[in-house]
């Protein structure tokens, strides 16, 4: 078990590192999601302790709580039907594509389902366990879109931004 765990850090490392070379913004967090992905398409299994997990989401839900400024709820509240707007829309599309792919047996079962409902990844892999579904195929497939949407806004961020932090800053990367 510790030896997968060392192979799962080093490919991470590898991985991330490629990644933050080519300039990517995230590439430190689609670094380790990649290579958890690829160890899990090669049948790898790996344990995390409940109370490492826990500790884990609390550090995140700090992290993303410590970064929301007065401005950010001031722009929310002055927006908020376009913010709404836009998650309802993004609900109804992944909806009847989920009710289409499922309905056009795409995919078995409710995969189609539980696969294309946005947010809340670990969540939906949970729940179509629960429910009976394959939940390695709906895991693919949320964490696809996961890596998808963490790849193209770092791009967009690089290229309509122009630079941010890291190796982007100094001169290199994805802009001239």
């Known amino acids: ?28 967090l689609l670094g380790p999601m990649v290579a958890a992905v690829v160890l899990a398409v090669r049948g790898w299994s790996l344990t995390v302790p409940t109370s490492a997990f826990r500790g884990a989401q609390a550090a995140v839900g700090t992290l993303i709580a410590g970064s929301i400024t007065p401005g950010i709820v001031a ?32 995919l078995p079962g409710t995969v189609a389902v539980w696969g294309s409902t946005p947010g809340a990844a670990s969540a939906m892999v949970l729940m179509a366990q629960a429910y009976g579904a394959d939940s390695r ?21 690089a ?6 932090a890291g190796i ?5 990367g994805l802009h001239p």
């Not at 290229?159 to 941010?164: A, H, K, P, R, Y």
Request: glycine fraction near 8%; hydrophobic fraction near 65%; charge should be positive.
């Open 75 to 106: 722009t929310v509240a002055d927006h908020w039907p376009v913010f709404l707007m836009v998650n309802f829309v993004t609900l109804a599309a992944s909806s009847v594509l989920g009710y289409l792919l499922s309905r056009w047996q795409v």
């Open 1 to 28: 078990m510790i030896w997968r765990w060392a192979v799962l850090i080093a490919l991470s490392a590898v991985i991330a590192g490629l990644l933050e070379v080519v300039g990517l913004p995230a590439g430190l």
């Open 137 to 157: 195929l709906v895991a693919v497939m949320t964490y696809t879109r996961v890596v998808s949407v963490a790849v193209v806004a770092s791009v967009l961020a």
């Open 168 to 172: 982007m800053s100094r001169g290199r």
């Open 159 to 164: 290229v309509m931004v122009g630079g941010g």
